[in-house]
């Protein structure tokens, strides 16, 4: 056997074995010390910079680490080996913060529960599982039945669900639980499929529970929900958000699906999502201080490759054109084919989805919305890694996604950053000075940028003329904050001694092309979408934002870079985290689960990658705010006046 | 660790290890060497006798072992400890040998495939799954579905299954599968549940198998059958038996339900059956020269216990009052929650039984039988080791098991065998002299008595006025063949010298005792099911004797000790194993397999164990033939003529 090494994590003080040549950022994860890692460990995004700060890695040097920082010992963490003990210091910027992904998820319950309520009342309580209770006849020589048929029996008073079915897992220990019971149990019921997926001792009606998870590329959410209650105020009892520990192995589903290409990289894959979930589960199994047995169901949501990797599907062929998934749509499974965690006999269910880009989360959400049952026509926009919009009304829907890339969640900016404390969310610059005013969130020292930042950085950089109509640095404005960097021009908004992480925070030309590009992208396909229904952005109704980004977008600025159509404020609708809110009313209503994969058959989706017409409109929106004047005439008159 | 010592078996000639203190018995099954041990290991049954060649064991004197015995080095292996390196010898009685069982298959084929014709024609072709050929349009930019939804889409075209289901297994690999088969794919659709059960590649509808087995509590026979094919000539492609390897554990269900109550029992002896089951399928793959993955199904007919333990569910309850077994009917289920073998993706179906003691190897072979579809009456017997028996026509149906004990498998008689080579099966004894002229299976040498010599053998020493009317040893007659014995009056059969055992083959009170109980009870059972449908023996139609065990019986000496009702020979009908017979039609008709259904609703169990009327029909039966004369007034006037 190799000899074995300690590797010591600070500031979390944890100790993990490695062997000679093991690399550093797969100990971390092993160990279960995060650190962010966009590129899945290519060496290429400089997100896992760590130092060293007792013992040596092998490690080359990296265009991403500067002579000074290779000497205080700076690493990525990615590219170095283990060759003796060492300790590894994870900076705060590479550490990865979870209180944010909490005030997300209380902003979204709050967005979301106006639809909650209106669709419960709606919809009515009929969860996915029912829970029986009933007290069964002892069994004597007249009325010897087996113990499945007295089961089948009592609950035909009760319910209807023909003849019953009972899973092996069920059947194999039925005998004991109904007799350790004295012959009084609840049975949890499948409707869907007569199955009887849990026989549980004494009256547990009241206890009934099901928990509704968002599985996003990014975070994943679980709520614990009350099957009894049909307010949003009652029904959620505790909820718990993580990020996906997925993110180790890259930002964006490509990249994920990239490494399923190596050996056992789809297990992997696999198990950590599941693990995700697990973990959430229990949180809020210990918050609500409940019995993981009284949780009958569970109901899930998320993009199509998320729900390949939960299931355990090779999901390759969704990156190979033509962009085929295994399924949209997943049967409901018990544990005996999905193992989630022990003592949870829970019955899984998902939202189905569209296609490769449109996933259940979306179905979800244009669900919830309610813009299905409605004849005015809306547009639902989740601005998240790829952009998915759907448009329609009760009559038609049409759907798309704009491969956005994950620019608006820090991905591929070189100080992009998700919304944690420390991230730049709001941004005023001085026209003349050129001198800029932030906040950050949780108001701490910056670390760098946030989608909403960059929203704002953009939009002001445009007003003040340091960026052009065609998205470029203008060569026309100077100043101590403009600078030719290593990427090209570069504007800086925050100097290394105002930071946390004692660099200089910038926006570069190739952050600057990226943003472009996702506005764009966002736009074009909005503008695909109208033409395919035959519609002006003025037909519009509505314009929801679903996803945890929503909330802190500053509508004004992103019509002044026309990555939302201009339209009346008032027309524009948050809805925080609407993929989870669907499938919490998914789980306490069938007819509402039912709904979803209606919705699901009924959505025409419109393939983008290699559509002309969409290149066309690309390239169109690739300008500030616009090619097209006419559409932005509010913006055009402010160019005017500055 | 404990040291190891080297447990050599002969004559097979197998090493296999074992520590201080193991048992011996266990350690020979863990060699996968048999032995026969009826008793599950009490140190009662005296059948496990090894002689130990070299070395010793740890092992106390039994009263099953003469003192000659004991110095010859013969010992029960269930009662013996390991001390030491030892080789054992296992006497040719204490082996069990499998090539009677081809033969009785064999026998059992010819018996129903009369049936089988006539319910093929009638029920027509239509397998539990069925195969459907789909060459999918491959996908492109405008048709770029999901692939479940591409082989959904070509299904419907096909056959009318609604929304088609994967189960995970199955879309795990979906998308490799399809692309790898070029778009041509053979898709195994199990239309009750609309589940897409496998997916191959190229077209495979004309290798389209499944397997029937029936698992008795003595042996497992399995069958491949063509999908294709109706008539039993050419559907059976390859068949095999062998004994359940179970019965190390004990001979009855009884004692292997006790088995487990130890730690991991019931895992082990599930473990066991399933094993027995694949070895089969094994054998008829390899003899059939098919493919596995051609394997669509399976169909299984057993008893409830045996059922249990093939699903891994605990029969505790089965054996005690008032008898409850878990469930009688079970769910199908696929590789996910039953793995039988690895390839084999196949989907387990099982036939439907009534209650603890009247399984679906009954209601599989009513179904066969027809009665219920005739208007007459039949009474149904299958005396095995419980005897159960079923009576009615196309409008009633009663059921019934009467505890009948083993006594004819050979269990509970000191020199009882199953049929094998070297079982004396036909007997006649000269009245005067009371010698024997007697037949062995194979012609062998005598090794035991198998269940009709032991029918012979009572009517025949009846006729000789050895035994009385009330089924004791008559103290009247005297010879060279009568003698007091260990357990009281016994008559010597074979001497010593004449068998393969070197032992004596005789009939002894204790045995005499326990034939009696079985043959009451089979008739007291007959006697209450026929009150209970308010009928007289003269008014059935017809006697249907299935199970091995039928063919060899002499109807008219099971007359004589009133075992059978007196009724003409030509009333008689044997029909062989149809437990696998009707798991064998069901495997290719849907229709045929709701029919089984439809017979375990339609049975109604009367149960004899406790029942006061069973009690006194039994105690009147305790007689030869019977205590009430006018019953049997043909064996009344040959007793006159002796």
């Known amino acids: ?70 000497a205080m010992g700076f690493r990525l963490a990615c590219t170095s080996t283990i060759t003796e003990d060492v300790v590894v210091e994870i900076p705060f910027e590479s550490q990865v913060d979870r209180s944010i992904l909490t005030r997300s998820a209380i902003l979204s319950d709050l967005g979301s529960s106006a639809a909650n309520e209106a669709l419960a009342v709606r919809y009515g309580l009929d969860p996915l599982v029912a829970r ?42 039925l005998g004991m639980n109904i007799r350790e019971a004295d012959w009084n149990v609840t049975l949890d019921v499948a409707p869907d499929t007569c199955e009887i997926t849990r026989v549980t001792a004494g009256n547990r009606q009241s206890a009934h529970y099901a928990v509704a998870v968002d599985i996003g590329t990014t975070t994943v959410s679980a709520e614990l929900i009350d099957c009894r209650a049909l307010s949003a105020g009652s029904m959620v009892l505790a909820s718990s958000t993580d990020y996906n520990g997925q993110i180790s192995y890259g930002e964006d589903v490509i990249s994920r699906i990239m490494y399923c290409r190596k050996r056992r990289g789809l297990a992997k894959l696999h198990d950590i999502v599941v693990s995700t979930t697990r973990r959430l589960i229990s949180d809020i199994v210990r918050d609500a201080k409940i019995d993981i047995k009284d949780i009958t169901h569970i109901v899930i949501a998320g993009n199509t490759t998320m729900m390949h990797f939960f299931y355990g599907i090779d999901p390759k062929y969704i990156m190979l054109a033509p962009y085929i ?37 979306i179905v979800s959400g244009v669900a919830l919305s309610g813009m299905a049952d409605r004849s005015g026509i809306t547009l639902f926009m989740d601005i998240g890694t790829n952009g998915e919009i759907v448009l329609g009304n009760c009559e038609w829907l049409l759907c798309s996604s704009c491969s956005a890339g994950p620019a608006f969640e820090g991905g591929g900016i070189t100080f992009g950053m998700l919304a944690a404390p420390g991230a730049i969310e709001k941004i005023h610059i001085n026209p ?39 998205g470029k640095f203008s060569l026309e404005k100077q100043g101590p904050r403009l600078r030719r960097g290593e990427n090209g021009m570069e504007y800086v908004l925050c100097f290394a001694s105002e930071t946390g992480i004692e660099r200089d925070i910038v926006l570069n030309e190739i952050d600057l092309d990226n943003i472009m590009r996702t506005k764009a992208a966002v736009y074009a396909g909005c503008t695909v979408l109208l033409k395919s229904g035959g ?97 932005f005439p509010e913006v055009i008159k402010m160019l005017g006046n500055r």
């Open 1 to 70: 056997m190799p000899p074995e090494y300690r590797i010591k994590f600070l500031p979390i003080d944890r100790t993990y074995p490695a062997e000679k040549g093991d690399n550093l950022l797969e100990t971390a994860m092993q160990a279960g010390v995060h650190i962010n890692a966009s590129c899945g460990g290519r060496g290429v995004c400089g997100k896992c910079r760590v130092r060293i700060a007792g013992g040596s890695v092998g490690s080359l040097p990296n265009p991403l680490l500067s002579g000074n920082d290779w």
């Open 325 to 361: 998934p295994a399924a949209t749509a997943f049967s409901p499974s018990g544990p005996e084919s999905l193992p989630l965690m022990p003592g949870l006999d829970a019955r899984v269910y998902s939202i189905p989805g569209i296609s490769s880009y449109v996933g259940g989360d």
């Open 132 to 173: 029986y209770y009933c007290e069964l006849p002892k069994p004597d020589i007249d009325d010897n039945i087996p113990d499945a048929a007295r089961c089948a029996r009592a609950l035909s008073a009760k319910a209807d669900c023909g003849e019953p079915m009972f899973p092996l897992g069920v059947l194999r220990d």
């Open 535 to 631: 519609i002006e952005f003025t037909d519009l109704d509505s314009v929801i934002i679903a996803g945890g980004f929503g909330h802190s977008i500053d509508i004004e600025k992103a019509i002044i870079i026309g990555l939302l159509p201009q339209l009346p404020v008032e027309n524009f609708r948050f809805m925080g985290n609407t993929s989870l809110g669907g499938a919490r009313i998914a789980a306490v209503s069938r007819e509402f689960y039912t709904k979803t994969a209606d919705i699901a058959r009924a959505m025409t989706n419109i393939e983008l990658s290699g559509n002309t017409q969409f290149m066309n409109e690309f390239m169109a929106a690739m300008f500030l705010p616009h090619t097209d004047d006419r559409a």
């Open 432 to 470: 003349f000075t050129l001198e800029p005013m932030i906040l950050t969130v949780g108001r701490a020292r910056p670390l760098g940028i946030c989608g909403s930042g960059l929203i704002d950085l953009v939009a002001e950089l445009f007003m003040a003329r340091v960026i052009d109509r065609n």
